[in-house]
């Protein structure tokens, strides 16, 4: 049973920065990509970042270059998405996922989701 449990959502001022968290169990995390995606209500859920399964590899959403990093720690089970510079138009919930079968960046592609933690910027 694959498990993806985020953290590290919250409420920050415009201009601040979060760094979200995921743990990832029931497989082998360093065979698997694995990629961010966020959601506000009414709205479709967007790509935000994705890294590939040995990190070599690592896009992001136009929307967030150069104010978003991703990464991640085989060995803990873990990929991080480091925001900075947020704005208002930042919040949603967040969500990672893995994909089993190729590196992507469509929601469709992706296996296993977590449940979510939400981001809130306030201007």
């Known amino acids: 049973q694959v498990q993806l449990v985020e953290s590290g959502g919250g409420l920050v001022q415009a201009g601040g920065s979060l760094r979200l968290s995921c743990v990832a169990s029931?497989?082998?995390?360093?065979?698997?990509?694995m990629g961010w995606f966020r959601q506000v209500p009414g709205k479709e859920r967007e790509f935000v970042a994705s890294i590939s399964r040995t990190g070599g590899y690592k896009n992001f959403a136009d929307s967030v270059k150069g104010r978003f990093t991703i990464s991640r720690d085989n060995a803990k089970n873990t990929v991080y998405l480091q925001m900075n510079s947020l704005q208002p138009e930042d919040t949603a919930v967040y969500y990672c996922a893995v994909s089993l079968d190729r590196y992507s960046q469509r929601a469709d592609d992706y296996d296993y989701w977590g449940q979510g933690t939400q981001v809130t910027v306030s201007s």
């Open positions: 029931g497989r082998t995390f360093s065979s698997d990509d």
